[in-house]
């Protein structure tokens, strides 16, 4: 009886650190989709493919043998081995934000498969073509996936990508307190995806002429809505005034009659001419004049 259970044992200890995986040394990670068998394995439990299939879709860049036995030990399948010795994975994503000409703060935000796996193996010497002619960048928009073999042979598939347009936006890295300034020391910058209605601020020279009309709290995106403009230009007391058009611009002084936020037009009077002017506020007492 002990005779049979320490043959046990040495069978389970095979079973376990028995696995082998031979994966191509060339793959593409072509995003969403379904999973297929492109790989030869031996003595490898299902658990164990199944979170390796989930790594390597997750991967982008050389790795060694040696260090994907390491990861998967890391998440709790110690002893598996792997050829070849070096692995390159590259993500779809990144072959077409390197080869299709996106338009200005256009990002990828995902791929997926299209009736095919979600991994492509690819032979030493193989060479993948993209194109999206009939690309809108918005969702789900056909990428045409073309392939030449090293030994001459021409295969194509279509995957379908989202795209999504990025812009420049704030985020707060403290607590605000209504009625308060926003320093540069109080917020960072970042890009996010654009999405209409939000009124994101995207321009920090614009700032000093604010204050918050409520509380923010740390980690908000900063929006419009959040501040209140405050009064460049007050009533009665001494404005600059320029006068400019194509030819001249001059510089000059007056009173103004009503308060203005930055872009607001307010009425100036210059005494000294008995005239009076209608400028747009764009700076601390300082008007402009469009002649």
């Known amino acids: ?31 969403e989709g379904q999973t297929q068998n492109f790989f030869t394995q031996k003595d490898c439990s299902e658990a164990k493919i199944t979170d390796l299939y989930q790594l390597l879709t997750k991967l982008d860049g050389r790795i060694s043998s040696a260090q994907l036995s390491e990861m998967m030990s890391s998440r709790g399948h110690a002893g598996m081995q792997f050829t ?38 690819l032979s030493p010497g193989d060479q993948l073509s993209l194109s999206c002619e009939a690309c809108l960048y918005g969702t789900q928009q056909p990428v ?32 605000l307190n209504s009625f308060s300034d926003v320093n540069q020391d109080s917020i960072k910058e970042e890009y996010v995806e654009s999405i209409p209605h939000t009124d994101l601020v995207s321009d920090l020279s614009v700032l000093k002429f604010y204050k918050t009309n409520k509380p923010i709290r740390n980690g908000e995106l900063l929006r419009l809505s959040d501040l209140n403009a405050v009064n460049l ?33 307010v009425e100036v009077y210059h005494a000294q001419k008995n005239k009076k002017y209608q400028g747009k506020v764009i700076d601390v007492n300082k008007v402009l004049v469009e002649l």
């Open 233 to 265: 230009v007050k009533a009665g007391l001494k404005t600059d005034v320029i006068l400019e058009n194509q030819m001249v611009r001059i510089k000059t002084q007056g009173i103004s009659r009503n308060n203005g936020t930055l872009g607001e037009l």
């Open 84 to 121: 070849p010795y070096m692995i390159q994975v590259t993500q779809l994503k990144s072959i077409i934000r390197e080869q299709l000409l996106l338009p200005a703060g256009m990002q990828v935000k995902a791929t997926r498969s299209v009736n095919t796996g979600n991994i492509l193996a």
């Open 1 to 31: 009886m002990k005779i049979f259970i320490a043959l046990s044992l040495i069978m389970t200890s095979i079973s376990t650190w028995g696995c082998s995986v031979a994966l191509p040394g060339l793959m593409v990670i072509l995003g």
């Open 144 to 175: 045409n996936v073309d392939i030449k073999g090293f030994d001459g042979t021409y295969r194509s598939m279509v995957v379908t990508a989202d795209f999504a347009k990025m812009v420049k936006a704030y985020r707060t890295t403290t607590y």
